[in-house]
C-alpha cells in the first residue's frame, strides 16, 4: 500500500493557483472591455467630428451664393449695416487669431496683434439645407488691406488679372478683363456632443 500524506495539501495548492488564473483572466477581461469602449468612443467623436466637417460645406455654398448680394449692398461696409460684434461681411482683411481665425480688427501690418474675437453666437445663422442638431454660421473678409473704401484694388487686394487677350501683331489692339478678388468664408459649425469646427476656404470672385 503506497502512502500519500500530501494530496490534501496538494489539491490546496493546485485551487489557490486556479484562482489567481481566474483573477489575471477576469482583469485581463475587463482590460479589454474597456479598451474597446475607448475606442468605440474615439470612433464615435471622430465620426462626428466628420460629420461637423461635411456639415461645413452648407455653410460655405450659403456664403458663396449670398456674396454677390453682400458685395452689391455693401462692399465697402460691415454688412449687416451698422454691425459691430454679429457682422457677417467685412470690406478689408481681418486680423487672425492664434488659430487663424478671422478677428473683428481691421489688419494693419504695423500693429497686428490684439483683435478682438467675433461674437459668433450673435452671427446670423444659416437654415437651408442644415440637418437637425447643427447650427451653421459663417463670416467673409475680403482679402484687401485697408482702409475702407479700397480704392486701388490691384495694389491693395489679392487679386487675379486674367490675361491680355487679343492679336499679337504690332500696333493691334489688346483686350483686358476685369480682374477678381479674392475672399476668406470662414465657417463655423456647433455638432452634437458639443462638437464644434471651423473651417476656411478662399472664393473669388
Known sequence: MTMRPYAGRQAGFVLFIAL??????????????RSI???????????????????????IEHAFDQLPTITSTS??????????????????LRESDNRGLPTRKEFNP???????????????????????????????????????????ITANCFNETPDVGGSKKAGAPSFTAAGTVYYRVTTRVEGPRNTLTYTQTVINR
Do not use: H
Open 37 to 59: 469602449d475607448a475606442s468605440t468612443g474615439i470612433a464615435g467623436n471622430m465620426a462626428f467630428k466628420q460629420s461637423t466637417i461635411n456639415v461645413s460645406d452648407i455653410g
Open 75 to 92: 462692399l465697402e461696409a460691415n454688412y449687416p449695416a451698422g454691425c459691430t460684434t454679429n457682422c457677417t461681411y467685412f470690406p478689408t
Open 110 to 152: 504695423a500693429s497686428p496683434t490684439g483683435g478682438l474675437a467675433v461674437d459668433w453666437p450673435t452671427v446670423a445663422t444659416v437654415t437651408t439645407g442644415v440637418p437637425a442638431g447643427y447650427v451653421v454660421r459663417y463670416v467673409i473678409d475680403r482679402l484687401c488691406l485697408g482702409p475702407a473704401p479700397v480704392t486701388d
Open 20 to 33: 489567481i488564473v481566474l483573477v489575471a483572466m477576469s482583469l485581463a477581461a475587463i482590460g479589454l472591455v
